[in-house]
């Protein structure tokens, strides 16, 4: 074979920097891999838009049946974006026969199981490098490389937006909308930022990691998701006094066949390597039981970075096909021991707890008081400075306490007619 | 295909590791990977040893002909370590058409072209992944992943030893006499130490790494390579002083299709994610022009951060043969637009110089006079206190500057007769 045909569904910002990459490195990719690659169609909606590349018209459709239905093309290219019609795409190439490589995160979250089903049906293989992380090869490193390994615990840094979001508050002293404003001006955000913020990404990528490291598609519903939006200021300042720093981690912790997923803004010690993660830079952090930890770093989107992942899936998938090897089944379908996945209240953390209460004598003794009534233990406390007349807020680092009990004693001393404000209560992760 | 045999050369701490592993995770593998690997025969010198697994005696020889002519042996895993008789066993199995895993960075470094030959001329792969950075998993990451890069640098600090060693200098303020007998006391260093200490293992690695980004094997003698064992603690306290750590780093530089390949101490910025890899981890920095910069992070040394590496790639291996394909040529064979690799009095670098002066009027004159004759420009300077009676220390920091004219005027700055002992000067790189 001396040529593989691959189709593109999308012409967008990825779709572009794939044509583009393909193109400046087509003599490179045929040197190292034995054959080229040949883009015949790419397919849009939208074939006026002004692109970094330029394409033969003859290359370029409206019509996807056009690439699903050439029996000449071997991989399909997925980077639409969204459920629908991507799902629609992907299951049609799969029942073509064809492979499939795609950078759709959400999709993946939502409806892996039955796109992988179809895969399996099919004997192709769908890949998905980009969807974490763009060019961090955190994706084939869990399937391949880290195959023997018991995977333990993993914490991601996987929103870019929201890291630098956080990191402006960190290190400007910004508050979140002044933060997210600048982020806005330098591209880093975009319109749907809530979706970032909110935590949702994140989320979506953690559901792709947890089925790598854990052999299970986990319904997203089952991840608890808290986003960034009520992180305060001050919470950031206190959190650093104490010697940690906050950042929107995505972590999936595995424990006697349990599963443990979640989002959230979360307090790290500020001498570990994952709190040097910066601006829009990802970090993947993964233990396991032969390589102890790791982690992967880098830029996690753009155009060039993403790029880089899908071109990686394509030539992995023309290596495969050029000796005319049928590709086996997806490495994913496989069960693990994993039993089942923990609500959040059944969680077990270290917490930062911070109230706004009156300065009277005798709040800290019932605070502590009902702490105790719900076995939280209580590793140090300060009670800051006041701020405004007679509100001062304390500042609490609890011991390992269970989430459940945490919530019911939030809400009682919420009510206390001492305490100004709902109180405030972030998880703690010490790596 | 129900099984696939493969043949253990080596049975000492990795080889042990890599037995237990393959063990204790069959179920899993075969389960992801759809067939059962099989250990056939372990060969090795000693027998009677004892060791984390028992085997049984029939699978046992210390005659390695027993796997190299056994035709029903697909994979050849060789962890003897060192030149010979590694060499000749990697070449019989070659030639036996057995594909090829081993961990051996120092044959690697030095007899990498000839191995890759006899590999290609016998349509079977050699795989590496355990060489550098144990179970990191850069190897795979820099041939597959980045596959489309054009990689611009690399830096590494991927001697365990090294970075222990100076960790303590950094952090404890212990002399390296001192971390070194520390470091030996918890297992951290070899009787072999000085390999380590000398650079010499980084620079076998650095050799692989060039070769995966750079698409040639670069012969060891054209690495320039300088070790930790002169670095003093008076110079990791300057360096921290100025907002630096020093760490081993391996360099390599592509530009203007020309390499640099150098191994030596390096004062690196403290906000830097690298300078915050502390211990015996290991991290590998690389920048290329999609992906722009990544790091990989994790324990580069080990029984089982390495098994995991070494299993890695058996898997990948039987994933490729399961199907009875013939597996393709290695493609690291292509060759890139390098057109030579510089030597080191070629460089530029940023300097961190120190000399120990007599406190007498005109001596920064004079200092200064002499590196503005060889065009080096002072970025700081800073005269510290008197150690010892009319003794003082200057440190300096420069522009970018030629390794050429720096060394010219060092060697003129030292005969001065207000000079006493030889300057020190150490690079600096900004990442």
């Known amino acids: 074979m001396e040529r593989i045909d691959i189709g593109l ?24 891999l034995g054959v080229s690659i040949n883009i015949r169609k790419i397919c849009d ?13 003859s290359v370029l459709t409206r019509d996807v049946r056009q690439i699903l239905d050439d029996p000449q093309i071997k991989i399909v290219v997925e980077l639409v974006g969204g459920i629908h019609p991507a799902k629609e795409i992907i299951i049609q190439a799969l029942r073509s026969r064809k492979h499939v490589v795609t950078a759709n995160k959400a999709l993946l979250a939502e409806c892996a199981e039955e796109i992988f089903k179809e895969a399996g049906q099919n004997d192709v293989r769908v890949f998905f490098e980009a969807s974490v992380g ?3 090869p955190i994706v084939k490193s869990l399937r391949e490389s880290l195959i023997a390994n018991r995977i333990e615990r993993i914490y991601g840094i996987v929103n870019g937006t929201s890291n630098y979001v956080l990191s402006q508050m960190t290190q400007q002293s910004w508050d979140l909308r002044r933060s997210l404003k600048i982020a806005r001006q330098k591209g880093y955000a975009e319109k749907r930022a809530f979706l970032d913020l909110k935590g949702i990404d994140s989320a ?10 854990f052999g299970r598609w986990v319904p997203l519903s089952k991840v608890y998701v808290e986003g960034i939006t009520d992180v305060s200021l001050s919470d950031v300042d206190y959190a650093r006094e104490l010697g940690y720093v906050i950042k929107l981690l ?24 994952l709190s040097s993660v910066g601006g829009v ?58 039993r089942r996945v923990k609500s959040i209240s059944e ?15 005798g709040v800290l003794a019932k605070i502590s008081g009902i702490l105790g009534q719900h076995k939280i233990s209580i590793a140090s406390v300060s009670q800051k400075e006041r701020k405004s007349a007679r509100i001062v807020p304390i500042v609490m680092m609890t011991h390992e306490a269970s989430e459940r009990s945490m919530r019911l004693a939030l809400e009682k001393i919420g009510c206390l007619e001492t305490i100004k404000r709902k109180p405030v209560a972030l998880r703690v992760e010490r790596l």
Chains 1, 2 share one sequence.
């Not at 909606?45 to 018209?57: P, T």
């Not at 979506?204 to 490291?213: D, E, P, Q, S």
């Open 45 to 57: 909606v939208n074939l006026r838009r002004k692109r970094i590349v330029q394409v033969d018209s």
């Open 281 to 338: 830079y990802n970090a993947i952090y993964v233990s396991g039981d032969l390589i102890e930890e790791q982690v992967y770093y880098g830029r996690g989107a753009g155009m060039f970075p993403t790029a880089s992942a899908v071109v990686g899936d394509i030539a992995d998938l023309v290596d495969a096909l050029k000796d005319g090897a049928c590709v086996d089944k997806p490495q994913l379908v496989y069960k693990t021991n994993i």
């Open 9 to 32: 569904v999308g012409f967008g910002t990825i779709g572009s920097g794939v044509v583009k990459v393909l193109r400046r490195r087509s003599k490179l990719l045929k040197k190292k």
């Open 250 to 273: 995505a972590v999936a912790k595995s424990e006697n066949d349990e599963l443990e997923l979640r989002v959230h803004p979360t307090l790290i010690p500020r001498r570990h390597l």
């Open 134 to 136: 763009a060019g961090i």
């Open 347 to 361: 969680i077990t953390s270290r917490y930062y707890i911070r109230f706004l209460a009156i300065d009277r004598p």
């Open 204 to 213: 979506h990528k953690l559901v792709i990691l947890a089925a790598l490291a």
